[in-house]
């Protein structure tokens, strides 16, 4: 409890979410895989091509400093599914909102299908693939190593005791 969540930035969609970004990019906005929105730098092929990224060598290099008390990949299921895997039934992820960079990709698919919030979060991994629970005292210096290693990673959240029936994980704006 009162544990810090740190978000590693993802390079795309990380083969997640392929049949909704599909139906919504190709069937329904009638896009080709040749097209380049707006809001994109790279056609609509390659940005769904976008290699996984693999955290495992700066991850290691972490372990050998830090003590993690929790790691999660952010994959099919996205935050919802993901998170609660690696927190205790008593304790709740709260994930506060704008603290990363949400990749443009995902804007472009939720505003064409109208998806909702909670179905992009639960589809995607909205620009973080992995997450860490360290502790309040480690995380700025971990953070602070992660960019030397060449990651980019953000305090999205804090880990904090569930009341009642709250959901293991919830969003806040501040």
Not at 55 to 70: E, H, Q
């Amino acid at each position: 409890i009162n544990d810090r969540i740190i978000g590693l930035a993802s390079s795309g969609l990380h083969s997640n979410g392929f049949s909704l970004a599909r139906h919504v990019l190709l069937d329904k906005g009638k896009l080709s895989i040749d097209d380049t929105p707006p809001e994109l730098t790279k056609n609509i092929g390659l940005e769904l091509l976008e290699p996984t990224r693999i955290y495992v060598k700066t991850l290691l290099k972490i372990f050998k400093s830090f003590n993690v008390k929790g790691l999660v990949h952010i994959t099919g299921g996205g935050f919802f599914e993901n998170i609660p895997r690696i927190i205790p039934d008593v304790c709740r992820a709260v994930i506060t909102r704008n603290t990363w960079d949400v990749p443009p990709i995902f804007s472009l698919i939720q505003n064409m299908g109208r998806v909702e919030d909670k179905e992009m979060f639960r589809v995607f991994n909205m620009g973080i693939g992995m997450m860490m629970i360290v502790s309040e005292k480690e995380c700025q210096e971990i953070i602070e190593r992660l960019s030397v290693l060449g990651e980019k990673a953000y305090l999205i959240g804090t880990i904090e005791k569930k009341e009642g029936t709250q959901d293991s994980v919830c969003f806040s704006e501040s």
